[in-house]
């Protein structure tokens, strides 16, 4: 088997979305993961059906596979990064509407999930009122979800509330282990704040992994770095992703590269493609698998 690989929107922010898109497929990527926010689909803009349809006719005419991602810093509140989420004590119901949007959209894009996370727990809530939000905005989109037929990804985010893959099985476990609730897990995420390693975490998610984001990261800085300026064995990693038979979306996730989008992903699929001929090469498959 091969593995898929995306790019993720949110590193084309100076790129208008169609463009965005037609440099992702032009370079050999095969999907996209696509943040909605007020740069590329702006799920809270006038004719937002409208506009999905012709986002959805491109990527069809591109041939992109798509995953939704809903991470956009100031879409909510301009003053308040991230603000507010599925923990902050007050203004949640807005975050779950976004997720709710986001599901709609991806639902008429044929996303294969709709990607989200916890935010970050206000000094001097507990444990327990954390969990009580955010199983209670989880359970609301999980409905939306379930009417839409999505799969909804939720990610571990260092520093937010959720921030382990652990964490996840947890909210998973408090829900009562939903279908439509899985994992989406950034390679760079494990190094910077899980103890154990990728591949770890990879078993940890089992059939559950429904996401992924690559890039790389050095221990203990949630910082998105392209690969080689991290300390992620991104062979390793990808080795990982094949031995448990994940199928869908490996997406490159530099938010902060905007100014050289089509230079770092030119590098970034040349040094995806190069790692995954080596985890195959190891597993004791011929390269050609690589590039099949």
């Given amino acids: 088997m091969s593995l898929r690989f995306g790019y993720g929107t949110n590193g084309f922010g100076s790129h208008r979305l169609d463009d965005a898109l037609a440099v992702i497929a032009g370079l050999g990527y095969d999907g996209v993961a696509l943040t909605v926010d007020h740069p590329h689909l702006d799920p809270f803009g006038p004719d937002l059906s409208a506009r999905t349809v012709a986002v959805g006719r491109r990527l069809d005419e591109l041939g992109l596979a ?23 004590d007050s203004g949640r119901e807005r975050r779950v509407d976004l997720l709710c949007r986001a599901v709609r959209i991806g639902a008429e894009l044929g996303a294969e999930a709709v990607s989200f996370w916890s935010g970050t727990l206000p ?4 444990a327990d009122e954390g969990w009580r939000r955010v199983t209670s905005g989880v359970a609301a989109v999980l409905e939306e ?3 839409r037929d999505m799969v909804c990804a939720f990610e571990p985010e260092p520093g937010m509330f959720v921030d382990t893959v652990g964490g996840v099985l947890e909210l998973r476990k408090r829900l009562g282990d939903p279908e439509r609730l899985r994992v989406t897990l950034d390679v760079g995420h494990v190094v910077a704040n899980e103890t154990g ?8 998610a089992g059939g559950l992994l429904a996401n992924v984001q690559v890039d790389d990261m050095v221990e203990g800085v949630h910082e998105h770095l392209e690969f080689g300026e991290g300390e992620v064995d991104l062979p390793a990693a990808l080795g990982a992703l094949l031995e448990v038979g994940y199928g869908g979306l490996a997406a490159v996730e530099l938010p902060r590269h905007g100014h ?14 190069a790692a995954e001929a080596q985890a195959l090469a190891a597993m004791g498959h011929g390269g050609e698998e690589a590039t099949s």
């Fill in 145 to 147: 979800a379930e009417r």
């Fill in 66 to 88: 798509v995953v939704i991602e809903t991470g956009a810093r100031y879409v909510l509140d301009p003053w308040r990064k991230h603000e507010p989420n599925l923990v902050s």
């Fill in 260 to 273: 050289a989008a089509p230079v770092v992903a030119r590098r970034s699929l040349a040094a995806l493609r």
């Fill in 123 to 126: 000094d001097g809530v507990g």
């Fill in 197 to 204: 390693s990728v591949a770890d975490c990879v078993r940890q």
